[in-house]
């Protein structure tokens, strides 16, 4: 106790203050510095850098493989040249999103308090989580695809854009295929392939992510054939560099062997430059081999009954071209003709069809399909956005009048009334 002064009572003595746990000092100190404005600067400038190089690199690799290369990944990797080893030399567009996101969340638990005041900021900032949220949902769980369809053409099924299958068929019933699907990311490994459905087994001899087919005789002292069986007897495949860009497409191509228990049963040239998939028997039964692009196939049908395709006068520039589609589920609930024209898509099944483009003197129509489950949240978070700043507004607002009006509503009568003369 400290001495007072007489006739004055004791003062008690500051308490000395408590040493805080290593823990919780530890914990204190990483939520200040995931929380910190600091932060969320250095992320942002490190995104803006990030944009500016893939949009320089976008000339190189097109608008897929930048989206590939820089925002739906961790890192950004580069080649290490003369070696087949790649390193990272950037954070890529998961771990800078991911760290806002944590930054941003991290912020409104330590510093704000959820008040009527703050009530527009706390909603603007969920919307910013919530998009944040969905680009990242879009990039892991989104596939695009389309389907192509001639006049009086049914299919059930969408083909990728960029992936591709090894498809062996089992066509011997006459009402339907067996088709058994193989990825073609395992063609270009060296394990033998096997599956319950086949009676032989898949060994892997070559692959090519791109190639050129080029008939031998165009070819001078062409090499060996490494095919025993069906086209590619007659056939060179050249590799080719992977291209990116929007107009070219990569064919991918390799050399298989099948065998059964009794030995090999030949090599077979597979490429996505073959239109006709390649036939052959075995065991009383007929098989078709084809490598296309893969397929995912859907719980109804489409039938293509009419295509337009309408033109400014005077020019070939499109005005407008629309598919006439008849929908028709597996269950039997839906039957109908629906119209898909330009910004006027289809949602049905959890995809969403676009009109395209054409081809075949306008007797193809190509529908671009979508199957994006967050797509949703894009707008959800748009909308958030604007009411918080809308509602922030106001309450500012009202906060400015209301303090304009103060001193005049609280002034007395008497303060008030004019002076007499």
Do not use: C, E, W, Y
């Given at each position: 106790m400290s001495k007072g002064k007489p006739g004055q009572p004791l003062k008690p003595e500051p308490a000395a203050p408590r040493p805080r746990p290593e823990g919780a000092s530890l914990v204190r100190t990483l939520v200040s510095g995931f929380a910190s404005l600091q932060l969320t600067v250095?992320?942002?400038?490190?995104?803006?850098?990030?944009?500016?190089?893939a949009t320089l690199d976008q000339v190189h690799l097109g608008v897929w493989g930048v989206q590939q290369k820089y925002f739906h990944s961790f890192f950004v990797m580069a080649k290490v040249a003369g070696t087949g080893f790649s390193l990272p030399v950037f954070p890529g567009g998961y771990l800078l999103?991911?760290?806002?996101?944590?930054?941003?969340?991290?912020?409104?638990?330590d510093r704000f308090r959820l008040t009527w005041r703050k009530s527009g900021i706390w909603l603007t900032h969920v919307g910013i989580i919530l998009l944040l949220i969905g680009e990242g949902l879009s990039g892991l769980m989104q596939r695009d695809g389309q389907v192509r369809l001639d006049v009086g053409q049914t299919k059930r099924y969408v083909e990728s854009f960029r992936e591709s299958e090894l498809a062996v068929a089992d066509i011997t019933n006459p009402g339907y295929d067996d088709v058994v699907a193989i990825p073609v990311a395992r063609l270009a490994g060296q394990?033998?392939?096997?599956?319950?459905?086949?009676?032989?087994?898949?060994k892997p001899l070559a692959f090519f992510p791109?190639?050129?087919?080029?008939?031998?005789?165009?070819?001078?002292?062409?090499?060996?054939?490494?095919a025993t069986m069906g086209d590619g007897t007659d056939v060179i495949a050249e590799p080719a560099p992977v291209t990116y860009k929007p107009d070219e497409g990569n064919f991918p191509t390799g050399y298989v062997e099948l065998a059964g228990p009794d030995g090999p049963l030949g090599t077979w040239l597979v490429s996505a430059m073959l239109d006709q998939p390649q036939t052959f028997t075995y065991q009383g039964r007929t098989w078709q081999l084809a490598l296309r692009a893969q397929r995912d196939y859907l719980p109804f049908t489409l039938t293509l009954g009419k295509f337009t395709h309408d033109i400014y006068p005077g020019t070939d520039i499109p005005?407008?071209?629309?598919?006439?589609?008849?929908?028709?589920?597996?269950?039997g609930r839906d039957d109908r003709s629906v119209l898909i024209s330009m910004n006027n898509p289809l949602r049905y099944g959890g995809f969403a069809f676009y009109q395209a483009g054409f081809a075949n003197n306008d007797h193809t129509s190509v529908l671009e399909a979508v199957r994006n489950p967050s797509w949703q949240i894009p707008y959800l978070s748009c909308a958030l956005i604007t009411?918080?700043?809308?509602?922030?507004?106001?309450?500012?607002?009202f906060g400015f009048f209301r303090r304009r009006a103060g001193p005049a509503s609280g002034a007395s009568p008497a303060q008030r009334a004019p002076s007499s003369p």
């Open positions: 250095a992320l942002l400038v490190l995104s803006l850098v990030m944009i500016f190089v999103g991911g760290a806002l996101l944590l930054n941003l969340v991290t912020a409104h638990a394990d033998v392939i096997q599956h319950p459905k086949l009676p032989f087994t898949i791109n190639a050129v087919l080029r008939s031998r005789t165009q070819v001078a002292n062409p090499p060996p054939s490494m005005k407008n071209f629309a598919s006439t589609i008849r929908l028709r589920s597996d269950d009411l918080g700043l809308v509602l922030q507004f106001g309450i500012n607002l």
